[in-house]
């Protein structure tokens, strides 16, 4: 019996001594994990993270309830018992003139007070442009004024400088400066401007009026002898520049075209 005691007495210890190593071991052993854990810089991010979403959720509260207030502080100065008394008279409105009707008056006194003027195109609308596009605006800005009054279907005298260098002397004449800009629009022999005026007129309506005593042409009418060019190459020396004198037997220079060999076109700029 002192013997099953005593082998009964040692398997305990010996089973106690196991479990209170393996748990003092797993304990040792876990503890350095649990420290990583809690010392790792994701799980401070983590931590971190997660304070900062509720703090931002806190001022969205906040915020909701501010807006709250405002609306509801709104709606109490609107109530029927916060309203003003019917002896209260409002504050008259006074009604500016819109920056159209501003821009079309500036526009209309412009025209009618024009200082300069093109003789001998009392009856028509002279268009000084471009038709190379060397320069980029500048052909953008003819090409627009162009397309404006052919909208209007309206005939325009087209003085195109670089078909006819004249152009360009009379132009410099007219304005009296050397270097001028294209286009350049006289109306009722009136000078008018250029892109900038003519897209503005038409913008507010001011072109329309003026333009409204000119004849109309046929919708989609082009010219048939120069097709809208407004030149067609020399009848007397077929656009060579040079005739042959037989009084002199020498060649000479065409005294009808221009210096490309051009003429207007009967047709349409007769």
């Known amino acids: 019996m002192e013997d099953s005691k005593a082998k009964s007495s040692s398997g305990s210890l010996f089973f106690n001594r196991s479990f209170t190593m393996n748990s003092t071991a797993a304990a040792e052993s876990n503890s350095p994990k649990f420290h990583l854990l809690l010392n790792s810089p994701s799980s401070l991010n983590r931590a971190a993270s997660i304070s900062r979403f509720y703090n931002s959720f806190d001022s969205v509260k906040g915020k909701v309830k501010k807006l709250c207030n405002l609306f509801e502080s709104a709606k109490s100065s609107s109530s029927p018992s916060n309203l003003a008394s019917p002896k209260e008279t409002s504050p008259k409105v006074v009604l500016r003139p819109s920056k159209s009707i501003a821009y079309s008056s500036s526009f209309s ?137 037989e009084d002199e037997e020498l060649p000479k220079r065409c005294l009808e075209c221009n210096e490309n060999g051009l003429i207007r076109c009967p047709d349409c700029c007769s």
């Open 109 to 245: 006194l412009s025209f009618n007070n024009s200082p300069i003027r093109l003789p001998g195109t009392e009856d028509r609308i002279v268009v000084y442009l471009t038709s190379l596009r060397g320069i980029r605006r500048t052909y953008e800005d003819c090409y627009a004024v162009k397309m404006i009054f052919r909208g209007f279907r309206v005939w325009v005298d087209e003085r195109d400088i670089s078909m006819d260098a004249a152009y360009k002397k009379e132009l410099q004449s007219v304005l009296k400066e050397k270097t001028v800009s294209l286009p350049q629009v006289f109306i009722k022999g009136k000078y008018v401007g250029g892109a900038d005026v003519i897209k503005s007129m038409f913008e507010v309506g001011e072109l329309a009026k003026i333009l409204d005593g000119f004849p109309r042409r046929q919708p989609g009418f082009v010219c048939q002898g120069c097709g809208d060019v407004r030149f067609v190459p020399c009848w007397n020396c077929s656009g060579s520049r040079k005739v042959f004198d």
